[in-house]
């Protein structure tokens, strides 16, 4: 017996499993400053992150 559930055939399905936009329809898109933010997050990564026993190894090997 196969475990967990499978989904109702197609014919049977209600239309918020089939094509149904999800809720009001409306995402992140219109967020107001995204772009702004996006490029504020982006300048502040860095190249190869710090790893975090990265300190305690260096105090280890003085």
């Known amino acids: 017996m196969p475990e967990g559930r499978q989904s109702p055939p197609p014919e049977v399905q209600s239309g918020k499993q089939q ?10 898109d219109n967020a107001q400053g995204k772009d702004q933010t996006n490029k504020d997050q982006l300048e502040h990564l860095s190249s ?3 790893g975090a026993m990265e300190d305690a190894l260096k105090d280890k090997t003085k």
């Open 48 to 50: 190869n992150p710090k």
């Open 19 to 28: 094509q149904a936009p999800p809720g009001s329809g409306q995402g992140t």
